[in-house]
């Protein structure tokens, strides 16, 4: 698969046509020579070069041979090396791999530091040599996800915290978009660890582009499930929906310009909360006075007591007429939420 980086055209004579050559010849026959098209290349998605041979309209078109070309970068062919400059380090893209060590190898641990992105091309860009940076497949969807994700930093120091957290810890995560064979799923969205060799693991957070997937309040309670994998020891998904779910209504709560029914709404809205599985509104649409309190306590800096622990556990009961927990999640469910708490003690 040919990995194409840039295209760009310059109509240097403003005549409106772009001017092609190839070695001195008029491929389109416009008998203009301004020569407009200068190069065009291509790559396997490691880097290496497509050689079409001199006679291919895909070879240079005209003029010298420029060197600034895979990712931008410089190709330096002096005493046949064929590296990349990468600033930090040097590329040699048909082995797609680093001629130096990976300066932030100790982040990386389950990985070689001298792999070319995580030897992932198609999904991961190393921009300068130094990180990796996780991209969806579709630029548009990689976009959509960056705006949402930082407007939630300006509304959620939660989410904040949990983004610091994941992009500073030694562990891999991936936010990606579903695949093809996901999106018919009726999941916006979810995260999920998968188990490899020793400290191997691949942590996944995906996110549904054909639902709701791009909604602030989907991207943090999957952002949130990432933390809870990292701070408990055991999986309990009564527990970790019922917390993210808290967490994130809290932030709602919090943004809310007061605690009436029409601006909590409002704050519902624009956070893109699922009112089905929200716990500030009952099953009516009114607003659930037991968890504005509840909010309240906490905003306040109360002791989480016993009393509130049994208000989580209403809370996680209607939580289950959309989920339907097993029942051993929630029989060992006490309704502590020591992971959302940790935010608040901060």
Known sequence: MAQWRRVSYTDYDGDG?????RNGVDIDGDFDDEN??????????????????????????????HKWTFNNKEFNDEFGLNWYDFDARNYDASLGRW????NFSESYYQYSPYEYSLNSPIIFVDPDGNTVKPSFVNKENEKKFNEASTRLKSL???????????????KDYDVLEFTPEQISSDYNGYYNRYK??????????????????????VIFEEFFHAGQDGYYDYYNEARNETEAKLARDFEVFQNAK??????????????????DVSILLNEDGSLNCDA?????????????????????K?????????????????????????????????
């Open 17 to 21: 046509v772009v001017d092609i050559y």
């Open 36 to 65: 407009d098209l200068v190069q065009i290349k291509s790559y396997y998605p490691f880097g290496l070069e497509h050689n079409y041979g001199n006679a291919s309209p895909l070879s240079i078109i005209n003029g010298r041979n």
């Open 99 to 102: 001629m130096n060590i990976d």
């Open 156 to 170: 959620s120091s939660i989410y904040n915290e949990v983004y610091f957290d994941l992009d500073n810890s030694w």
């Open 196 to 217: 490899g060799w020793g400290f191997f693991d691949t942590r996944e957070i995906r996110l549904n582009h054909k639902r709701r997937g791009f909604e602030m309040g």
């Open 258 to 275: 007061s605690h009436t029914l029409e601006d909590i709404k409002n704050a519902m809205e624009e956070f893109g909360t699922d009112t």
């Open 292 to 312: 504005i309190n509840f909010f309240t306590a906490l905003q306040n800096g109360d002791k989480f007591t016993e009393e509130m622990k049994k208000t989580v």
């Open 314 to 346: 209403d809370f996680t009961k209607k939580i289950d007429g959309y989920y339907h927990f097993k029942k051993k999640d929630l029989d060992n469910y006490d309704g502590s939420i020591d992971y959302f708490l940790s935010f608040l003690e901060n």
